[in-house]
Structures are given as structure tokens and as C-alpha cells.
């Protein structure tokens, strides 16, 4: 069974950094493509980053190119989201997926991704 568990959410203060971990289970994160989504409240969900499996980069949105890095320890079988200059606006419930392929910063998403439960980060002082 496939199960991804996620943890490392709080509230933080702008200008803060928070550390999301996502650990894997029945799947080998290297062989997946490896997302972090994010969902404030009233709004869409929105893709944050996406690691190809076939070459190991890393593609991210805009709004959080150069403070969110996604990496990935394979013994582990762990992945995680490193959170620096942390705004406002990045408050939400970050999801981590594993999926196929991606498209750009985004995991194709179809009924055999396998989803984290979610972590909730809030900034705000």
C-alpha cells in the first residue's frame, strides 16, 4: 500500500523558514515524480514544485523560485520541501505528491498518484 505522511507545518513568521518532510511508503521516491502542491483557503490548489524522476530537476513556480528548495534523500525514501523568506500569501495546506512525469512544476495527477495528507503552514505575525 501506497501512503505518503507529512509533517513539519506551523505558523512561522514572515521572513521565516519551515522545513516540510514527506515520508514514502510502498513506493520508491527516486522512480517518481516528486510535487509539492499548496491550497489557501477560497482559492485553487496550486502547483509548487515538481522533480522529474528521469533527470533529477526540479522546476518551480514563480511566486516561490528562489526561497523553496525540494529535495529528495533516497535512503530515506523522504522528500522535502526547505521553506526560506516565507510571506503572507504562502499560508495553505501543502501537499506533497508522487506521480509520473511532470508537466513544467506540476506532477501530471491521475488515479494513481499518491497524495500526502497535508500539512498546514501559516506565516503571519
Known amino acids: 500500500q501506497v501512503q505518503l505522511v507529512e509533517s513539519g507545518g506551523g505558523l512561522v513568521q514572515p521572513g521565516g523558514s519551515l522545513r516540510l518532510s514527506c515520508v514514502a511508503s510502498g513506493v520508491t521516491l527516486d522512480q517518481r515524480a516528486i510535487g509539492w502542491f499548496r491550497q489557501a483557503p477560497g482559492k485553487e490548489r496550486e502547483g509548487v514544485s515538481c522533480t522529474s524522476p528521469h533527470d533529477g530537476t526540479t522546476n518551480y513556480a514563480d511566486s516561490v523560485k528562489g526561497r523553496f528548495t525540494s529535495s529528495t534523500d533516497n535512503a530515506k525514501n523522504t522528500a522535502y520541501l526547505q521553506m526560506n523568506g516565507l510571506k503572507p500569501e504562502d499560508t495553505g495546506m501543502y501537499y506533497c505528491?508522487?506521480?509520473?512525469?511532470?508537466?513544467?512544476?506540476?506532477?501530471?495527477?491521475?488515479?494513481?498518484?499518491?497524495w500526502g495528507q497535508g500539512a498546514q503552514v501559516t506565516v503571519s505575525s
Open positions: 505528491a508522487a506521480g509520473h512525469y511532470c508537466v513544467g512544476n506540476v506532477p501530471y495527477v491521475d488515479i494513481t498518484t499518491a
